[in-house]
């Protein structure tokens, strides 16, 4: 009962939302793709008398950052994502050059389409989620009395609610019945009004070449971020055996040939330096299998992710809580993947977040492998520059996986990660 509730809370406070964005979309939508494509049109049809070749690209800049703050829109509240593939222009292209190389690039003719179809279909769709929400609160207010304002009392009809005439109280009861279906169909039609209003915008905006485009561009950039990993990797290798590993043994070597100098000579000295040798070797040895459990521990080859993540988190200074659900392994790379990132959030999590517990649950759903981790520290962690969690980034980024960070002032703190994947 109490879980079926809060699910009528949640789908309530959602078509609410659903609502106010509507409104907020429908009228800044309106206002700007009237306003844009106009002084657009205009410049365009000034490029022959030479003063569009100046307007026109500060005209369609405007749109474009208009077009581009939809995207974000769509994709923050509806989660529609909407490539955005305009072609390069110079940086410093004269404005003859700047004006024809964004005539002749494609996207800008779509933008233009859909500043049309935005003023149109668009904003009706936006504004209808809209409109569920809020015309029923007059139907209310007319089922309680407001009808008496707009009639005369001769009973003639005096105020019209959607096709109810409203002239008397029972036509105000009626007016107040459609408010209430009216508001249960906000409940369930406002949230998908306003993610076909964007999805709409994506069948505009985008295009298959846009889209091509941007893969290409995802696949280029990821598979840089390997090469530059890998190869940061294998420096990272090559020095710790050399100032490590290597160098006890080095010095291992040094001792045994004393030792074998010294053992007629001196057989206490000699005894003690085969003490040392014998404890460099043990050193030389642990180095190796942390170096060894860096690359790729064995408890992830042998029992899989869900148990390597349970021994890391037995390894941490603070209580930590590890949930699994995992009804397989995935491919070695992508568990590797995912559990050097998990390694970094909770390194994070000990390090600076000032945490006494962590909490990782692990999960695999329509063909997703799910991570969070989340602390109770203080919060403040972001994905930037020099963050390690900006390298997990780029790690999961191989595998067209997702790296999310919640973390406000105060905390909690949780990073979640997402990667594509299948379980065998």
Same mark, same amino acid.
């Given at each position: 009962?109490?879980?079926?509730?809060?699910?009528?809370?949640?789908?309530?406070?959602?078509?609410?939302?659903?609502?106010?964005?509507?409104?907020?979309?429908?009228?800044?939508?309106?206002?700007?793709?009237?306003?844009?494509?106009?002084?657009?049109?205009?410049?365009?049809?000034?490029?022959?008398?030479?003063?569009?070749?100046?307007?026109?690209?500060?005209?369609?800049?405007?749109?474009?950052?208009?077009?581009?703050?939809?995207?974000?829109?769509?994709?923050?509240?509806?989660?529609?994502?909407?490539?955005?593939?305009?072609?390069?222009?110079?940086?410093?292209?004269?404005?003859?050059?700047?004006?024809?190389?964004?005539?002749?690039?494609?996207?800008?003719?779509?933008?233009?389409?859909?500043?049309?179809?935005?003023?149109?279909?668009?904003?009706?769709?936006?504004?209808?989620?809209?409109?569920?929400?809020?015309?029923?609160?007059?139907?209310?207010?007319?089922?309680?009395?407001?009808?008496?304002?707009?009639?005369?009392?001769?009973?003639?009809?005096?105020?019209?609610?959607?096709?109810?005439?409203?002239?008397?109280?029972?036509?105000?009861?009626?007016?107040?019945?459609?408010?209430?279906?009216?508001?249960?169909?906000?409940?369930?039609?406002?949230?998908?009004?306003?993610?076909?209003?964007?999805?709409?915008?994506?069948?505009?905006?985008?295009?298959?070449?846009?889209?091509?485009?941007?893969?290409?561009?995802?696949? =280029?950039?990821?598979?840089?971020?390997?090469?530059?990993?890998?190869?940061?990797?294998?420096?990272?290798?090559?020095?710790?055996?050399?100032?490590?590993?290597?160098?006890?043994?080095?010095?291992?070597?040094?001792?045994?040939? =004393?030792?074998?100098?010294?053992?007629?000579?001196?057989?206490?000295?000699?005894?003690?330096?085969?003490?040392?040798?014998?404890?460099?070797?043990?050193?030389?040895?642990?180095?190796?299998?942390?170096?060894?459990?860096?690359?790729?521990?064995?408890?992830?080859?042998?029992?899989?992710?869900?148990?390597?993540?349970?021994?890391?988190?037995?390894?941490?200074?603070?209580?930590?809580?590890?949930?699994?659900?995992?009804?397989?392994?995935?491919?070695?790379?992508?568990?590797?993947?995912?559990?050097?990132?998990?390694?970094?959030?909770?390194?994070?999590?000990?390090?600076?977040?000032?945490?006494?517990?962590?909490?990782?649950?692990?999960?695999?759903?329509?063909?997703?492998?799910?991570?969070?981790?989340?602390?109770?520290?203080?919060?403040?962690?972001?994905?930037?520059?020099?963050?390690?969690?900006?390298?997990?980034?780029?790690?999961?980024?191989?595998?067209?996986?997702?790296?999310?960070?919640?973390? *406000?002032?105060?905390? *909690?703190?949780?990073? =979640?990660?997402?990667?594509?994947?299948?379980?065998?």
């Amino acid at each position: 009962m109490e879980t079926q509730s809060s699910d009528v809370r949640t789908r309530g406070r959602e078509a609410v939302v659903a609502g106010v964005r509507g409104l907020a979309v429908a009228v800044v939508g309106l206002a700007g793709s009237v306003i844009l494509f106009v002084l657009t049109v205009v410049s365009i049809a000034l490029v022959p008398l030479g003063i569009g070749i100046v307007t026109a690209p500060w005209a369609l800049t405007g749109v474009r950052a208009f077009a581009n703050a939809r995207r974000i829109v769509a994709a923050e509240w509806c989660q529609v994502r909407i490539p955005a593939a305009y072609r390069p222009i110079p940086e410093h292209a004269n404005p003859w050059t700047r004006c024809f190389r964004m005539l002749g690039d494609p996207a800008t003719w779509r933008d233009l389409g859909w500043l049309l179809v935005d003023m149109t279909a668009g904003f009706a769709t936006a504004l209808l989620s809209a409109a569920l929400l809020f015309y029923p609160a007059e139907g209310f207010a007319l089922a309680l009395g407001l009808w008496r304002v707009f009639t005369d009392g001769t009973g003639r009809v005096g105020w019209w609610y959607g096709f109810v005439p409203v002239s008397g109280q029972g036509s105000a009861l009626l007016a107040g019945a459609l408010a209430a279906v009216l508001l249960v169909a906000a409940y369930y039609l406002s949230p998908p009004l306003l993610r076909l209003h964007f999805q709409l915008t994506r069948s505009v905006l985008a295009s298959g070449q846009g889209e091509l485009a941007e893969r290409v561009r995802v696949l =280029t950039e990821t598979r840089r971020d390997a090469v530059d990993t890998s190869a940061a990797e294998l420096r990272r290798i090559e020095r710790d055996l050399h100032d490590g590993a290597q160098a006890r043994l080095v010095a291992m070597g040094m001792d045994l040939g =004393t030792i074998e100098a010294l053992v007629e000579k001196d057989p206490a000295k000699a005894k003690e330096l085969l003490a040392q040798a014998r404890q460099s070797s043990a050193d030389a040895l642990t180095e190796l299998r942390d170096l060894v459990r860096g690359i790729h521990p064995p408890v992830l080859a042998e029992r899989g992710l869900g148990d390597a993540v349970r021994a890391l988190a037995l390894r941490l200074p603070l209580a930590a809580e590890v949930d699994v659900d995992l009804d397989g392994r995935a491919d070695a790379p992508v568990e590797s993947a995912a559990y050097f990132a998990v390694s970094e959030a909770l390194t994070n999590a000990v390090k600076h977040s000032g945490a006494d517990r962590v909490w990782v649950d692990l999960h695999h759903t329509d063909g997703m492998l799910r991570i969070a981790v989340t602390d109770n520290g203080k919060g403040g962690a972001r994905i930037g520059a020099g963050s390690g969690l900006a390298g997990v980034e780029r790690r999961l980024g191989t595998f067209d996986g997702v790296l999310a960070v919640s973390s *406000p002032a105060g905390g *909690p703190t949780m990073v =979640t990660m997402e990667i594509p994947c299948v379980l065998s």
